[in-house]
């Protein structure tokens, strides 16, 4: 019965669709009404559904009033979301075609940058990280050349053992090139302590060359220089050959020496210079009583220049025998066979010579013009003393002073000044033998 009035009542109920199937709740009222009878339909049906359309109109009233702006904001939503579907499925679609191609970029990357692949950008990269790792050592490594320069700076300006540790600093240097000798960064830290270890040889030189140089100095100079020698060796040979070095210092000590004898000599040029002028006069003119003819000027420069001469000369030659002891004879093979590689004599058998031929020229040059009896006594008094000073080396140069042509009437002058120092000396060694003797 129901179906049959909701056939009845279809095209009203649904007159867009009539062939959509049918509601169960119109149905399930339909089948209610039909139970009833015909006096409750008319009476009380219509009164039931006012009531029941007046409790629904209230309750969506109060829904809207409590929920309207939810509702709104839904009713939004879901017409936006019509149009956000369409664009999420062609973004979805845009996924599936492109996550093959993301894929191939993956696997292409992941053989690419392999750790095992060869690639010059992994090989930056790694390079980069291990300059990262090591950049505190790097910079301890780049600095050892300032501070070895500083170290030498300082060590020039005073008496300290600042050398010592530009030495051992140029020691490390160097065990870090034989280590690393690849390296370019290595290569230009020795090549800069190079340099710095010839602005050290040159300040030790120069100090070899101070005219108040003593004994412990020169000991201490040679001892580093024995050590910074074999390092400025053009053939890089750091060892050390003995004797050879020795030889080597050795010239470098009596260069220095002499050139500081030549300086303190040259200093005199004033003095030199009236001596000059005064021997000139005397070549013009004949002698007369005046200061000029006297040779006062002459016989001042002659004397500092003896006395200069004798000090420096004693010092050089003790020193360097110090510092330089003669090295042993080397021995014959005991084959019997005759080694015709002898020894190079000392070079302290020549340098005596040479400074000696300097003060025999200029006595030579300089003394004829002292024409005081007194002065010339007392100037070849002062230049026996300075052969015997060297005499006490082994440089006595006494018998080389016959060599003087003073003049015939100044040679018995010379043999009673040559006697009368024989007599002082002969005295002084029998008064020196006595004193022994008596502390005995």
Known sequence: MADLLYDVLNPTLSPDNRSSPPDPIALEYLTSLASQPLSHLETVEPQTLAQSSHSLLLSLQGLSQRSHKTIISSSESHASLGRALPTLASSISDLKAV????????????????????????????????????????????????????????????????????????????????????????????????????????????????????????????????????????????????????????????????????????????????ADQERLRQQKTPPTSSSWSGGQQTERYLKRYIEIFREQSFAIVSMFRSVFPP???????????????????????????????????????????VRDQASRDSLLTQVLYCAGSLGRLGGDFGILLASLDLGENLEDEWVEVVRRHRLMAGRLESIVGTQEKASA
């Not at 300032?146 to 060590?155: K, N």
């Not at 004797?243 to 000599?265: H, K, P």
């Not at 042993?328 to 004599?345: F, H, I, K, N, Y």
């Not at 020549?350 to 031929?357: A, K, Q, S, V």
């Open 99 to 274: 996550i093959p191609r993301l894929d191939d970029a993956a696997v292409r990357f992941s053989t690419t940058y392999h750790k095992s692949a060869d690639n010059e950008v992994l090989k930056a990269r790694q390079k980069a990280l291990l300059l990262s790792r090591n950049v505190e050592r790097i910079v301890d490594l780049l600095d050892l050349p300032t501070l070895l320069s500083s170290t030498i700076a300082t060590g020039s300006s005073s008496l300290t053992a600042n050398y010592a540790s530009a030495l051992d600093l140029n020691n490390h240097i160097r065990r870090l090139h034989a280590l690393h000798p690849d390296s370019s960064l290595v290569s230009s830290v020795a090549s800069q302590a190079d340099e710095a270890m010839q602005l050290m040889a040159k300040n030790l030189i120069a100090s070899l060359r101070t005219p108040n140089l003593k004994l412990t100095a020169a000991l201490r100079t040679i001892s580093w220089l024995k050590r910074v020698a074999p390092d400025l060796s053009p053939s890089g040979n750091t060892g050390h050959n003995g004797a050879g070095d020795n030889d080597g210092l050795g010239a470098l000590f009596l260069i220095c020496r002499l050139s500081t004898l030549m300086n303190m000599l040259e200093a005199l040029e004033p003095l030199r210079e009236l």
């Open 327 to 369: 090295h042993p004879l080397r021995e014959s093979p005991a084959t019997g066979v005759q080694d015709p590689l002898q020894s190079m004599p000392s070079m302290l058998s020549t340098f005596p010579l040479h400074i000696i031929e300097m003060l025999i020229e200029t006595l030579r040059t300089y003394l004829p013009s």
